[in-house]
């Protein structure tokens, strides 16, 4: 039972990336997905979360990354995704996702962490 995050990798300011989290030994679907991450120094912190109610969920970001940042899922692949745009400097984090019963959850609670992905953006 185990979530795989993949996606992260170099890009310059103002470019864009795909993260993907595909779950492993248990349905995704039956639980809602965050996006966290955690920069160097810093604590974690929420990027987003997705529900699981209706036809591809809901989803709910931080105030950092809203309008530039997507959270989708499809559930035929057991996966979510994190799609990222106009990427900045600070942007530049271990991305990772966990999954949870609902999203008002608080992060501590989150379980089945991946191992994460770097992301790093840079000039």
């Known amino acids: 039972f185990q979530l795989v995050e993949s996606g992260g990798g170099l890009v310059q300011p103002g470019g864009s990336l795909n993260l993907s989290c595909v779950a492993s030994g248990f349905t995704l679907e039956h639980y809602v997905t965050g996006w966290f991450r955690q920069a160097p120094g810093k604590d974690r912190e929420r990027v987003s979360c997705i529900t699981n109610s209706g036809a591809g969920g809901s989803a709910n970001y931080a105030d950092s990354v809203k309008g530039r940042f997507t959270t989708s899922r499809d559930n035929a692949k057991n996966t979510v995704y994190l799609q990222m745009t106009s990427l900045e400097p600070e942007d530049t984090a271990t991305y990772y996702c966990?999954?949870?019963?609902?999203?008002?959850?608080?992060?501590?609670?989150?379980?089945?962490w991946g191992q994460g992905t770097q992301v790093t953006v840079s000039s």
């Open positions: 966990a999954i949870e019963l609902t999203c008002d959850a608080t992060m501590g609670s989150f379980s089945r």
